[in-house]
Structure formats: structure tokens, C-alpha cells
């Protein structure tokens, strides 16, 4: 009897592990593209890693915007080539009977276009950036982004407001 409680306690932790890691892949995942979330179904469990996320073909146009198509992975006008060397890495295909499907991992595609992401695994959140080439456009010109603050009287400033006029910014941070 004292062996079978011993045998109980010590298969309890890996069992609960197990339902967990199961309840987690089952759910659904959410991805934070350009600002805007999408609930996207969760890959099967070989494609299940934790640090990358993989989504059909139909969740990646719905996420992002972005279609597979013979030229690359493309969005309106934009288009980047997968890397045949690498198309394992981006593609998976599924022959499953009824529940085929092409899977992308999206996580490989942000790294390919040096998009920072980030991923919360207890809540299955994928957040990712913008594209390097977005994120600065404005070293072409020269020009600072725009942006509003209040100042300590509570009227607001842009930064338009200076333009063509030396601007000294001082910034502080509690962390």
C-alpha cells in the first residue's frame, strides 16, 4: 500500500505537466500583427515549439495580410522571396486525410525581415514589431517622428510645433 501512494505522488507532478502542456495546444493562439490582434488556431504537436509559431496559410492572410504565393510570401505590392535552402524551415506541410493543411512559421519569416517579436508563453501572445525598413523610414529625411506630450502644466506640445528650431529633449524613466 505504502509503494502504491509512493507510486500515486511521484506520477502526480508529471501528470499534471502533461495535461497542462495539452490544454495549452489545444487552445487557441493570439497574434499581435501591425497592431492588430488575431486568435489563430494552435499547430499540431510537431510543430508545437515554444519559441516559434507556426499558422495556416488562411491565419497567416487573416494575422497579416500576407498570402504564399509562387514569388515569395507577399502582401500587396511587397513580396520576400523563402529562401530555398531554408523552405523546411518556413513551410510544413500536413497530409492528414480531412485536415490537411500547409503550415508557415511565422516566428522564421519575422527573423528572415529582422522584425523584432515577442512571445508571452503562459497567455500563447505573439507580438511582432515593425519591419526594419518601417521602423526607420524616417532616417531618409532626417526627420524625428512626430509625437504629443503634455508638459508640466498639462498643455500639449508636438514636435511639429519646433520644426526647423533646435530642439533639446530631456527624458527620464523610473526603471
Known amino acids: 500500500m505504502q509503494t502504491m501512494k509512493f507510486l500515486i505522488c511521484l506520477a502526480l507532478p508529471f501528470l499534471m505537466a502533461a495535461i497542462s502542456g495539452m490544454a495549452a495546444e489545444a487552445g487557441t493562439r493570439v497574434v499581435i500583427y501591425d ?34 504565393k509562387p514569388q515569395g510570401v ?11 535552402a531554408r523552405k523546411s524551415a518556413f513551410l510544413f506541410k500536413q497530409d492528414a486525410g480531412k485536415r490537411s493543411a500547409t503550415w508557415f512559421n511565422l516566428s522564421e519569416f519575422g527573423r528572415l525581415l529582422r522584425q523584432p517579436a515577442a512571445y508571452d508563453a503562459e497567455s500563447s501572445v505573439w507580438y511582432f514589431g515593425p519591419r526594419a525598413d518601417e521602423q526607420n523610414g524616417f532616417i531618409e529625411s532626417l526627420n524625428a517622428p512626430d ?10 506640445h508636438s514636435l511639429s510645433d519646433f520644426r526647423g528650431r533646435k530642439v533639446l529633449l530631456l527624458t527620464w524613466a523610473s526603471w
Not at 147 to 156: A, N, R, V
Open 74 to 84: 507577399c502582401r500587396e505590392q511587397l513580396c520576400f522571396p523563402i529562401p530555398k
Open 147 to 156: 509625437f504629443t506630450l503634455p508638459d508640466m502644466s498639462g498643455k500639449k
Open 35 to 68: 497592431g492588430v490582434s488575431t486568435n489563430v488556431t494552435a499547430p499540431p504537436a510537431n510543430l508545437a515549439e515554444k519559441s516559434d509559431l507556426w499558422v495556416t496559410l488562411e491565419d497567416l492572410k487573416r494575422a497579416t495580410g500576407y498570402v504564399l
